[in-house]
C-alpha cells in the first residue's frame, strides 16, 4: 500500500485481505471477515456469509494469481476505501486489465462489509 504512514488495525486487515487475494490463499483472506460479510458488487452479484464469499475467490472464470496494485488507501471512522489495479488470467485464455475501488465496512478490526467497483480499462 501507498501512504501507509500511520496503519491502524482496519488498514492492517484491508492489507492483509488483499495479500490473501495476492496468494490466493482462502484461509488469509477469510481471516480478514466477520461471519456474517457481506460483499456487493454493484451490477454483478451479492453475497452474503465466508461460504459465500469463498466460492466467489476462486471464481471459475479465472486462473492463477492476480495482480494487485494499491495506488490509495484512505480511512475515515470505519469506513477504509482502497484504490488500485488488477489484472488477472481469464480460463480462456484471456487478460482482465481493470482498475478498481473497494469500501471496506469495519467492525472490530475486520471485513462486514465489501462494496467494490470494477471496471475494466481497454
Not at 9 to 26: A, I, L, Q
Not at 110 to 120: A, G, H, N, Q
Request: charged fraction near 30%; aromatic fraction near 8%; charge should be negative.
Amino acid at each position: 500500500m501507498t501512504e501507509n504512514k500511520a496503519l491502524t488495525e482496519n488498514k492492517k486487515t484491508v492489507e492483509r485481505y488483499m495479500e490473501g487475494f495476492r496468494r490466493s490463499d482462502h484461509a488469509m483472506i477469510l481471516s480478514c471477515l466477520t461471519e456474517d460479510v457481506v460483499w456487493d458488487m454493484p451490477g454483478a452479484f451479492h453475497l452474503v456469509g465466508k461460504v459465500a464469499f469463498d466460492r466467489e475467490v476462486e471464481n471459475p472464470a479465472f486462473t492463477g494469481k492476480p495482480t494487485i496494485t494499491i495506488s490509495r488507501v484512505v480511512e475515515e471512522s470505519d469506513i477504509v476505501v482502497a484504490e488500485g489495479a488488477v489484472q488477472a488470467r481469464r480460463s480462456d485464455g484471456g487478460l482482465l486489465d481493470a482498475v478498481f475501488c473497494d469500501v471496506f465496512e469495519m467492525r472490530d478490526g475486520k471485513i462486514c462489509r465489501l462494496v467494490s467497483y470494477l471496471m475494466e480499462v481497454k
